[in-house]
T-cell receptor, first 112, second 112 residues
Framework: DAGITQSPRYKITETGRQVTLMCHQT?????MFWYRQDLGHGLRLIYY???????DKGEVPDGYVVSRSKTENFPLTLESATRSQTSVYFC???????????FGSGTQLSVL | KQEVTQIPAALSVPEGENLVLNCSFT??????LQWFRQDPGKGLTSLLL?????REQTSGRLNASLDKSSGRSTLYIAASQPGDSATYLC???????????FGSGTQLTVLP
């Protein structure tokens, strides 16, 4: 089905491990985003991408790495996971900046 | 820095009631405003997007209004149903992908 899909849906890992969260969209949207959602902080932008091979930092980029070699994929890597990175991570996309945002179903990540 | 506030944080109403959710923002230099719905354990779904030049947008039983000068938006839900129970978030954009700012949301419960 067309849309934006995230995997895995749930992930448990240990402190210090590398973790990659996947995001795939089928609309050929130019813009893709990674947000984390935490109680008390709401939604915060981690990284975004305006096109393939163009990425930029958001509000809370430390400890995260992104890449976008293809328009449809925008993986998020936690290089060395910390407990403070326990959160729900959402990927989103839009055709143009400030158009409607389409969100994936999220990845619930627990770092033990 | 833009700040977006949604009050109340939670609202409970009987089925059939018309209701209004509020969103206020501190910087009126916005490009557009979006209202989202989030169901428990799910991603966000964009309901309505209002451009800064518009006063309101309607979709079915939903009507969103925007008053830039006062820094306010309202989401009106007519004839509420239990299926409307969810968290509703607003987000304002200055036209920059990096600076979309979300409110913390209003958790709506519609009682049968």
């Amino acid at each position: 089905d067309a849309g934006i899909t995230q995997s895995p849906r749930y992930k448990i890992t240990e402190t210090g491990r590398q973790v990659t969260l996947m995001c795939h969209q089928t609309w050929s949207h130019s813009y893709m985003f990674w947000y984390r959602q935490d109680l008390g902080h709401g939604l915060r932008l981690i990284y975004y991408s305006a096109a393939a091979d163009i990425t930029d930092k958001g509000e809370v980029p430390d400890g995260y790495v992104v890449s976008r070699s293809k328009t449809e994929n925008f993986p998020l890597t936690l290089e060395s996971a910390t407990r403070s990175q326990t959160s729900v991570y959402f990927c989103a996309s839009s055709g143009r900046v400030s158009e409607k945002l389409f969100f994936g179903s999220g990845t619930q990540l627990s770092v033990l | 820095k833009q700040e977006v506030t949604q009050i109340p944080a939670a609202l409970s109403v009987p089925e059939g009631e018309n209701l209004v959710l509020n969103c206020s923002f501190t910087d009126s230099a916005i490009y557009n405003l979006q209202w989202f719905r989030q169901d428990p354990g799910k991603g966000l779904t964009s309901l309505l997007l209002i451009q800064s030049s518009q006063r309101e947008q309607t979709s079915g039983r939903l009507n969103a209004s925007l008053d830039k000068s006062s820094g306010r938006s309202t989401l009106y839900i007519a004839a509420s149903q239990p299926g409307d129970s969810a968290t509703y978030l607003c987000a304002v954009s200055p036209g920059s992908a990096r600076q979309l700012t979300f409110g913390s949301g209003t958790q709506l419960t519609v009682l049968p």
